[in-house]
């Protein structure tokens, strides 16, 4: 069966406190992943996508990495501003999305 | 562009009772989905599309219909509410599935809450 895991499920860090947030899959055919950021009461933003294993992308105080199995979106010094849920998402072949339970993040000033 | 709007945002129904959440995109995206969430839970797909006049089940389908009549609207159709479907719908669409250009545009979400 066709998993994504996302851990932790809530993480809380100070302003300028860096940290790691990983997904990691278990799927039979994966065409790419997908990152998402989701604020309270809206639907998700779409962050990122990722082909294949050893690519990075970037964006301001986030980078997300991909091996063959899993994925982490790095978070340099944080700001209250990046507090939200963050979503990873595999793509399988055809329409399919598979997406985690999301992480929680909260950064206090 | 407004993107993708749902209707309506907040909704309670009792067992029983029939209701329509609607989803209209002005980009042009010939992909559409519904999702539910749940809390602790990914994101289920209900169902998809890939055009108007082509629609076909998710993950999670029973208790739903939809249909594509244009590009723009792609309404989901709750009968006979059960309090299994209380729960967070998104509607969401892409311009394509390749990879390269397939990321998912979301609404905001209808909030529904059956009793």
């Known amino acids: 069966e066709d998993q994504v895991t996302q851990s932790p499920e809530a993480l809380r860090l100070q302003e300028g406190e860096s940290s790691s947030l990983n997904c990691s899959y278990t799927?039979?055919?994966?065409?790419?992943l997908f990152w998402y950021r989701q604020d309270p009461g809206k639907g998700p933003e779409f962050l990122f996508t990722?082909?294949?294993a050893g690519e990075e992308k970037e964006k301001e105080r986030l980078k997300a990495t991909l091996t063959k199995k899993e994925s982490f979106l790095h978070i340099t010094a944080p700001k209250p501003e990046d507090s939200a849920t963050y979503l990873c998402?595999?793509?399988?072949?055809?329409?399919?999305?598979?997406f985690g339970p999301g992480t929680r993040l909260s950064v206090l000033p | 562009n407004a993107g993708v709007t749902q209707t309506p945002k907040f909704r309670i129904l009792k067992i029983g009772q029939s209701m329509t959440l609607q989803c209209t995109q002005d980009?042009?995206?010939?992909?559409m989905y519904w999702y539910r969430q749940d809390p602790g839970m990914g994101l289920k797909l209900i169902y998809y599309?890939?055009?108007?006049?082509?629609?076909d089940k998710g993950e999670v389908p029973n208790g739903y219909n939809v249909s594509r009549s244009t590009t723009e609207d792609f309404p989901l159709r709750l009968e006979l509410a059960a309090p299994s479907q209380t729960s967070v719908y998104f509607c969401?669409?892409?311009?394509?599935?390749?990879?390269?250009?397939?990321?998912?545009?979301f609404g905001e979400g209808s909030r529904l809450t059956v009793l």
């Open positions: 969401a669409s892409s311009y394509s599935i390749s990879i390269n250009t397939g990321e998912l545009f």
């Open positions: 990722l082909y294949s």
């Open positions: 799927v039979s055919g994966l065409r790419g």
């Open positions: 980009m042009n995206h010939n992909y």
């Open positions: 599309s890939v055009g108007a006049g082509i629609t």
């Open positions: 998402a595999v793509q399988l072949y055809g329409q399919n999305f598979v």
